[in-house]
């Protein structure tokens, strides 16, 4: 199905109060920023290098869907079924660097729905770290995967909470950095 098609479609279904299904739709590089796609279908759809940024994803099926290089950023995810999604060469290798840090649970809390919880924080790929100071986002310089990035965020509120949230504050402060 053409992006056109299956944003029609979802439109279509928002309208009539029914679930999206965009099951195997070909949604690659469609902006979807600020999208409500609570409770759509998107098993097996194709999202790769897609803008999902503060897209609602809340409830919706990406099982088996194609989230290679796509922008998750700010995106609500809570409930959302994230198992077999393909992300790519990179984002797999700094999934297995994050998983180094992570016990099993953890690991299939984030394959599945997208987030973790680390003590008192929970870690997501909306890219937010949930903690009982506030939401933050720590901005990570350069190029890399989500996961590279949550990892580093992971590294830091592990290592010194004090200095994680200090860099948050100061961030957010100045708008990030």
Request: net charge negative; hydrophobic share 35%.
């Amino acid at each position: 199905m053409a992006s056109s098609e299956a944003l029609q479609e979802y439109r279509d279904s928002v309208t009539n109060n029914r679930h999206a299904d965009l099951s195997n739709a070909n949604l690659s590089n469609a902006n979807l920023r600020n999208v409500d796609l609570r409770d759509a279908d998107l098993r097996n759809a194709n999202l790769s290098n897609a803008n999902l940024c503060h897209a609602d994803l809340r409830h919706a099926d990406l099982s088996d869907a194609d989230l290679c290089h796509a922008n998750l950023w700010g995106a609500s995810i809570s409930l959302t079924a994230f198992k077999n999604v393909k992300w790519g060469d990179e984002e797999d290798t700094a999934m297995k660097l994050l998983f180094n840090q992570l016990n099993k649970d953890q690991q299939q809390m984030y394959n599945e729905q997208g987030s973790f919880i680390f003590e008192d924080a929970i870690f997501s790929r909306d890219e937010l770290v949930r903690t009982p100071k506030g939401i933050w986002c720590i901005e990570i310089k350069g190029e890399c995967p989500p996961s590279d990035r949550i990892l580093q965020r992971l590294l830091l509120y592990k290592s010194d909470k004090k200095k994680f949230y200090e860099t948050a504050e100061r961030q957010f402060n100045r708008g990030g950095e």
